[in-house]
């Protein structure tokens, strides 16, 4: 095995990626570009092994190297993933500084940012700066949907790494051989998720996944009069109210209780002293807790908010497939439909409506996901939708 393995489909920048990491057309900033699901932060995380691998031929998977970059425990490789929505200059700061040290081993310094689209104006300007003066052993990977996503000044500093989206074949072949996948059902999950690597996976092995998935694509055939609307906007909200909630609330509580424990509650900071200096102490440090405790509050809901949307995001992409698959029938489009399991709606719904109404559904579910980004309101932005595809 090598580090590059989980790059499905992508053996032309996995090639450049070995001669860089061998030293040829090395340089110390990369942009990773693909659409989503095509598998940057994998890309990024495989090329960072190999900068750390000791090797003669980068990547090989087995040394102390390759091994602890791709646990995300080496010292001198930093991995960034903005969980809230946005990364701003107080961040970007510490992260330069603690890009400008050396690194610990003879290797790289690398910093590798997922979602480098997130970093504010202010913090990309932060970074800019870095990146134009880079310390001599920094290297920084920043990962993002498209090179438009950054600041030009930035993008242009860069070598680009562009990734494409993978064949459905190729990710067969990953869920069968990497997750021991039995291929039905890795079929219709690299079907169903369109070449979204992490989505393929997550369908094919996840039965909560597939069920919300299924229920999704049932809205279409219910949609009858305006109360049905209104329900299913409420089920589809509720539903990923109910993922989100899965997601971060263990998380929360574990490191709402790590803080606690940090600032000592549940008695030792009482042990200070009984004397006026002890309990001045004891103030400041409990000043120190409740803000340190409300900073943490302030992440997290950033953090839910953002798992919110990415969910809403996740069902809105499986509901406009049910409609582009609806367009392929009605266009006899020669092209394979993603969706089969629904089949038969997708026919009846092709046979009874034109393609120009399938195309307003399907503008209409754009514009609900730029209004959900743009932070408009969950429920009401959902129920205007489910009328809009009501009427076609
Ligand atoms: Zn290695």
């Known amino acids: 095995m090598t580090v590059f393995d989980e790059m499905i489909g992508q053996q032309r920048v996995v090639e450049s990626l070995r001669e860089a990491a061998r030293g040829v057309g090395m340089t110390h900033a990369w942009l990773f570009t693909g659409p989503?699901?095509?598998?940057?932060?994998?890309?990024?995380?495989?090329?960072?092994?190999?900068?750390?691998?000791?090797?003669?031929?980068?990547?090989?998977?087995?040394?102390?190297?390759?091994?602890?970059?791709?646990?995300?425990?080496?010292?001198?490789?930093?991995?960034?993933?903005?969980?809230?929505?946005?990364?701003?200059?107080?961040?970007?700061?510490?992260?330069?500084?603690?890009?400008?040290?050396?690194?610990?081993?003879r290797g790289w310094q690398v910093m590798v940012i997922e979602d480098a689209d997130r970093?504010?104006?202010?913090?990309?300007?932060?970074?800019?700066?870095?990146?134009?003066?880079?310390?001599?052993?920094?290297?920084?990977?920043?990962?993002?949907?498209?090179?438009?996503d950054l600041v030009v000044t930035i993008r242009s500093r860069c070598r680009v790494v562009s990734l494409?989206?993978?064949?459905?074949?190729?990710?067969?072949?990953?869920?069968?051989?990497?997750?021991?996948?039995?291929?039905?059902?890795?079929?219709?999950?690299?079907?169903?998720?369109?070449?979204?690597v992490g989505r393929a996976r997550r369908l094919a092995t996840d039965k909560a996944a597939r069920d919300r998935r299924a229920a999704v694509l049932r809205i279409p055939s219910k949609l009858s009069d305006v109360g049905a609307c209104l329900d299913a906007a409420d089920a589809l909200l509720k539903s990923v109210n109910a993922e989100?909630?899965?997601?971060?609330?263990?998380?929360?509580?574990?490191?709402?209780?790590?803080?606690?424990?940090?600032?000592?509650?549940?008695?030792?900071?009482?042990?200070?002293?009984?004397?006026?200096?002890?309990?001045?102490?004891?103030?400041?440090?409990?000043?120190?807790?409740?803000?340190?405790?409300?900073?943490?509050?302030?992440?997290?809901?950033?953090?839910?908010?953002?798992?919110?949307?990415?969910?809403?995001?996740?069902a809105l992409t499986d509901l406009a497939g049910f409609y582009r698959d609806v367009l392929v029938l009605q266009?006899?489009?020669?092209?394979?439909?993603?969706?089969?399991?629904?089949?038969?709606?997708?026919?009846?719904?092709?046979e009874n409506s034109s393609p120009e109404s399938t195309l307003r559904r399907l503008d209409a579910i754009l514009e609900c996901r730029v209004l959900l980004d743009a932070n408009a309101n969950p429920l009401l932005t959902l129920e205007s939708l489910m009328l809009r595809l009501r009427d076609g």
């Open 36 to 105: 989503p699901g095509s598998g940057r932060s994998v890309a990024a995380k495989a090329f960072a092994a190999a900068l750390q691998c000791a090797a003669a031929e980068p990547g090989c998977g087995v040394c102390a190297g390759c091994h602890t970059v791709l646990a995300g425990t080496h010292a001198d490789v930093e991995f960034v993933r903005p969980q809230g929505l946005s990364v701003g200059v107080k961040e970007a700061r510490e992260l330069v500084g603690r890009a400008a040290l050396s690194p610990s081993g």
């Open 119 to 148: 970093l504010t104006e202010g913090a990309a300007n932060v970074l800019l700066k870095a990146i134009e003066e880079p310390a001599a052993r920094t290297v920084w990977l920043l990962c993002v949907p498209s090179a438009e």
């Open 164 to 196: 494409r989206t993978p064949a459905a074949d190729d990710v067969v072949a990953m869920l069968q051989t990497r997750d021991g996948v039995d291929e039905t059902t890795a079929e219709f999950a690299a079907r169903a998720s369109a070449g979204h």
């Open 244 to 314: 989100v909630a899965e997601l971060t609330t263990e998380l929360d509580e574990a490191e709402t209780a790590s803080l606690k424990e940090a600032f000592g509650e549940g008695g030792s900071a009482t042990g200070l002293g009984r004397g006026q200096s002890g309990a001045a102490i004891t103030r400041g440090a409990s000043r120190a807790a409740s803000s340190a405790l409300k900073e943490l509050e302030g992440r997290q809901k950033s953090r839910a908010t953002r798992t919110t949307r990415d969910a809403l995001d996740r």
């Open 331 to 350: 266009l006899n489009a020669g092209v394979d439909i993603a969706n089969t399991d629904r089949a038969t709606e997708m026919q009846a719904l092709a």
